[in-house]
């Protein structure tokens, strides 16, 4: 049984569940929150349901999830070098110049 930071009083399931949706919506994806223990709170607050039935193993979710995170920065850094000029047209000639 757990009990709420200022009161004595013990949460009730609803309200477990209720904060561990939220937490969830405010730290997922965030790089600095480990996300396999996070997913592991959420489903735990679920009925019926056993972690290991929906979530990968630990290592392969943190595979995934660094596979995840090189591909977004992949994303990211190729939308820079679109909005950044090229370096070979700022030599003042054109490249049919040449």
Do not use: W
Request: hydrophobic letters at 35%; glycine letters at 6%.
């Amino acid at each position: 049984m757990e009990c709420a930071a200022d009161s004595s009083a013990p949460l009730s399931r609803s309200e477990r569940k209720q904060d561990a949706f939220q937490a969830f919506q405010a730290f997922k994806g965030d790089p600095h929150i480990l996300q396999y223990p996070l997913y592991t709170k959420v489903l735990e607050q679920l009925e019926g349901v056993t972690v290991n039935e929906l979530l990968l193993p630990e290592e392969l979710f943190n595979n995934v999830e660094r596979a995840i995170l090189k591909m977004q920065q992949a994303q990211a850094e190729q939308a820079m070098d679109k909005t950044q000029p090229a370096a070979s047209t700022s030599s003042g000639g054109t490249e049919g110049d040449q």
